[in-house]
């Protein structure tokens, strides 16, 4: 009996060809991953605001939630940092994921001293495109003063890991 080897050979290039098409991002996909996306969302006085403002400086962008422990325990830290580093360029600025009013009446309570950005849904996509998939509540994104993400963090953010990726972009 004949062994079907043309078959064979042709399910193993359909099966490359999947791999190849599915498994390598397009260089435009990359360049999407590696420089901030480009976003406006409401800050808690209802104007929109753009990302694109901050550009030139370090900006550590932080995805949080009145309702998220780990989120209300790490603002203390980028309220400290804020002060700190703000004359050398760096800004915080907090996307909440969360309704306006629950939002302004905590912020008002915290006295931060950042920017605090609003939305949901939209709040959501934005995270996603900075790498997020998991949509995981706290998430923060640092970055350069040229627009690249130079860093991912999901959880709780800690001072020294902040600091050591800052320091070195200022």
């Known amino acids: 009996m004949r062994k079907p080897t043309h078959l064979i050979w042709l399910i193993g290039l359909i099966m ?23 976003f406006s969302l409401p800050d808690l006085q209802k104007q929109q605001r753009s990302v694109s403002e901050w550009d030139g400086k370090v900006v550590v962008i932080n995805f949080w939630a009145t309702w998220c422990p780990p989120c209300i325990r790490e603002i203390p830290v980028f309220i400290e940092l804020q002060k700190q580093y703000a004359e050398q360029g760096v800004q915080f600025i907090g996307i909440a994921i969360d309704n306006w009013e629950a939002v302004q009446t905590f912020v008002n309570e915290k006295n931060i001293n950042y920017p605090i950005l609003v939305g949901k849904e939209d709040a959501i996509d934005i995270a996603v495109d900075f790498g997020n998939d998991r949509a995981v509540l706290p998430f923060s994104a640092i970055i350069d003063r040229q627009g690249k993400i130079v860093l991912r963090h999901l959880g709780e953010f800690k001072r020294q890991d902040i600091e050591n990726t800052i320091l070195p972009l200022l």
Not at 21 to 28: A, D, M
Request: hydrophobic share 35%; charged share 15%.
């Open 16 to 38: 490359i060809s999947l791999v190849s098409l599915t498994g390598c991002p397009s260089p435009q996909a990359e360049a999407k991953r590696i420089y901030r996306p480009v």
